[in-house]
């Protein structure tokens, strides 16, 4: 009920008989009195409007106290209503006993009124005269006049409501009857008449308006031709409707403060149950007198809604604020209670600047797509809540401080797939509020000891004269602590690679003295033969071989080698590679130990004259020096039996 508020008006009549015998003296303190007067307006106007939004939200919960004492009344009335309508039910179907009886009694009397009494009932008075004209069919009809009409009416579609009955109907069973017998409906029910064919038939009928009574009587009426008509009553009994099931609808938020951006890319989720099963629910958004957004939901059968999301449906973004979600059963008529959430302000939000370094910088193939292993990325310029996307995993994490942030990134395949070089990888930056960064970095894979391409990466991994050995790859198990094999140098031009007194030194240090050291040379990718040797190691455990090309065309040897020593049971790889130099285009005759040939072509290795035309077309030989006495660089080589591989 609204309010009328007089205090405004009453103080301005009572402000203006006091100010108008000096309002011409004091305009100034006039002005300031109508501006009071007006901030008072607006204040008590502002008053007013709250105390409106209050007894509205109180008339609310008034309305709705009512309607769930008008719900426990309705329940408890139709309690009684049903308790009624069982004894009534009870009372028609003795009703319906009485009424049959008696029809029955009413036949009984019918027959004794007749005039024409079925045969062998009553004597029958004198035959008239035969008349010889008369066809067989008037004595058939004569017949036919005889018998009775003695049928019974009964209900077969079993108990119906009051609104079932007028819209619906009920299906009436007929029986007693003969083939042509016209049946219809007389008295308190309706619907179409129907022709028996044979001794039942049956009608659908049903009550011209929905009725208010326990039970209703009908009558059915049977013509048949030469018998006085036939009247049959039943009673349809009618349940109770069944009652509406009782609902307490709630709705939950998937939150309850959500920013600007947020709020208008994503919306709200909303969820609820309590509701009609399988009734219709709106989902409303918004304030009480203004809506932002609805949603027409349908409950399951359980009165549950599923997550429905409610997005403001204007074209501007919604403003920050305080708003509510409820739920509309549409079947009960009631409401949930409404759910608040705040949206907020967007907040100013920094750019991302942010940077990556990898660690470590080198990393073999092997242990890249070794999970446990892999490289160390460390994203820098970070703020709390980044999500931070690598492109080598897929996988996505969240900062939780700002700062640093550490990734772990491995190769998810088959490192046998990973060539030697740069693997480039990103690394994406998402921040709510602002735009995405996406970092580039690379991670360099290497060869593993004695299986690279020519790259000197792994230089530094063999100065101690440890690293060069492998991890058992192959098969292969890790050589001794103290044993270790060295390859050099580990690049050379094509032209010193094919000069003897030059080439590549093999050589194994601290293998057991006396022990058979195997040495071999693979080309990686080039047409030129492998090479193998056994030399047997020094007292000291120490054992060497010289390697150098032979073929005059020193550009044939340009590309990269792998170079295995076995001691024992242990293997070491290392590798070298050739290039082409200055010199690498060929040879002048006199560089590559060849001189004294005449510049041949390498058709013959150097002083021994052995002829190579039985070798394959385009391959190349190395030849290869004695075991060392000692590891002194290049010194100390000798006893250089050339050995064709």
């Known amino acids: 009920?609204?309010?009328?508020?007089?205090?405004?008006?009453?103080?301005?009549?009572?402000?203006?008989?006091?100010?108008?015998?000096?309002?011409?003296?004091?305009?100034?303190?006039?002005?300031?009195?109508s501006t009071q007067t007006a901030e008072q307006k607006k204040t008590e106007a502002e008053k007013a409007e709250a105390k409106k939004k209050e007894e509205a939200k109180k008339a609310a919960a008034e309305k709705a106290e009512a309607e769930k004492k008008a719900a426990a009344e309705k329940a408890a009335a139709e309690k009684k209503a049903k308790e009624k309508a069982e004894a009534a039910k009870k009372a028609a179907a003795e009703k319906k006993a009485d009424e049959k009886k008696k029809a029955a009694e009413d036949k009984a009397d019918k027959k004794d009124d007749a005039e024409k009494p079925p045969k062998k009932v009553d004597p029958k008075p004198a035959p008239a005269p035969k008349d010889e004209n008369k066809d067989a069919k008037d004595d058939d009809k004569s017949e036919d006049e005889a018998n009775p009409i003695n049928a019974s009416v009964q209900v077969t579609s079993g108990e119906v409501t009051a609104e079932e009955?007028?819209?619906?109907?009920?299906?009436?069973?007929?029986?007693?009857?003969?083939?042509?017998?016209?049946?219809?409906?007389?008295?308190?029910?309706?619907?179409?008449?129907?022709?028996?064919?044979?001794?039942?038939a049956t009608m659908k009928l049903r009550s011209a308006n929905e009725v208010t009574q326990e039970s209703v009587s009908f009558a059915v009426q049977v013509q048949r031709e030469g018998t006085a008509p036939a009247t049959e009553t039943s009673v349809v009994p009618l349940a109770e409707d069944p009652e509406a099931p009782e609902v307490d609808p709630k709705v939950s938020l998937s939150t309850t403060e959500i920013s600007q951006s947020r709020f208008d890319e994503n919306g709200i989720t909303v969820t609820g149950e309590g509701f009609t099963p399988n009734g219709k629910v709106t989902v409303v958004g918004g304030t009480a007198t203004s809506p932002f957004a609805t949603q027409e939901v349908t409950a399951d059968a359980e009165g549950k809604i599923s997550a429905t999301t409610l997005k403001f449906e204007g074209d501007e973004p919604l403003p920050a604020g305080?708003?509510?979600?409820?739920?509309?059963?549409?079947?009960?008529?009631?409401?949930?209670?409404?759910?608040?959430?705040?949206?907020?302000?967007?907040?100013?939000?920094?750019?991302?600047?942010?940077?990556?370094?990898?660690?470590?910088?080198?990393?073999?193939?092997?242990?890249?797509?070794?999970?446990?292993?892999?490289?160390?990325?460390?994203?820098?310029?970070?703020?709390?809540?980044?999500?931070?996307?690598?492109?080598?995993?897929?996988?996505?994490?969240?900062?939780?401080?700002?700062g640093d942030y550490e990734l772990n990134l491995w190769y998810e395949g088959n490192p046998d797939n990973l060539e030697v070089g740069k693997v480039p990888f990103t690394v994406t930056i998402d921040r709510e509020g602002t735009e995405s960064e996406t970092l580039e970095g690379n991670i360099n894979v290497v060869a593993e000891d004695g299986d690279d391409d020519g790259d000197d990466g792994n230089e530094d991994g063999n100065d101690?004269?440890?690293?060069?050995?492998?991890?058992?790859?192959?098969?292969?198990?890790?050589?001794?602590?103290?044993?270790?094999?060295?390859?050099?140098?580990?690049?050379?031009e094509a032209a010193d690679f094919a000069n003897e007194n030059k080439g590549v030194t093999l050589a194994v240090e601290n293998c057991e003295p006396g022990a058979d050291v195997h040495f071999e040379v693979n080309p990686k990718g080039i047409n030129v033969t492998a090479y193998e040797n056994t030399?047997?190691?020094?007292?000291?455990?120490?054992?060497?071989?010289?390697?150098?090309?032979?073929?005059?065309?020193?550009?044939?040897?340009?590309g990269a080698y792998t170079a295995t020593a076995t001691c024992g049971d242990d293997t070491m790889k290392d590798s070298f590679t050739v290039t082409g130099g200055a010199n690498g285009g060929g040879s002048d005759g006199g560089d590559n130990g060849n001189a004294g040939n005449g510049g041949d072509d390498g058709s013959q290795l150097p002083r021994t004259g052995a002829d190579l035309g039985g070798l394959t077309t385009g391959a190349l030989l190395l030849l290869v020096g004695g075991a060392a006495i000692a590891l002194t660089g290049r010194k100390n080589k000798f006893g250089q039996t050339p050995t064709s591989f």
Not at 3 to 25: D, E, N, R
Not at 173 to 188: I, M, P
Not at 467 to 492: L, N, Q, R
């Open 535 to 558: 030399v047997t190691a020094d007292d000291e455990g120490n054992a060497s071989v010289n390697v150098f090309g032979t073929s005059s065309d020193v550009s044939a040897y340009v």
């Open 322 to 402: 305080d708003y509510s979600v409820w739920g509309v059963d549409q079947e009960a008529e009631t409401n949930s209670p409404a759910q608040d959430f705040t949206i907020t302000e967007d907040d100013a939000v920094e750019p991302i600047d942010a940077s990556l370094k990898v660690d470590p910088k080198e990393i073999t193939a092997e242990d890249l797509a070794n999970r446990e292993k892999g490289v160390t990325v460390t994203v820098s310029g970070v703020k709390k809540g980044d999500k931070i996307t690598d492109s080598l995993t897929g996988e996505t994490e969240t900062a939780e401080a700002d």
């Open 1 to 33: 009920m609204k309010k009328i508020i007089l205090a405004p008006a009453v103080a301005l009549a009572f402000t203006g008989l006091v100010a108008s015998p000096v309002a011409a003296a004091e305009s100034t303190s006039a002005q300031s009195s």
């Open 165 to 200: 009955l007028a819209e619906e109907g009920v299906t009436v069973k007929v029986t007693g009857l003969e083939k042509g017998d016209k049946v219809s409906a007389k008295s308190g029910l309706t619907g179409p008449a129907t022709t028996a064919q044979g001794s039942t």
């Open 464 to 492: 101690d004269g440890k690293d060069g050995s492998v991890d058992g790859d192959d098969g292969e198990t890790e050589a001794p602590a103290d044993a270790s094999f060295t390859v050099s140098p580990k690049k050379i």
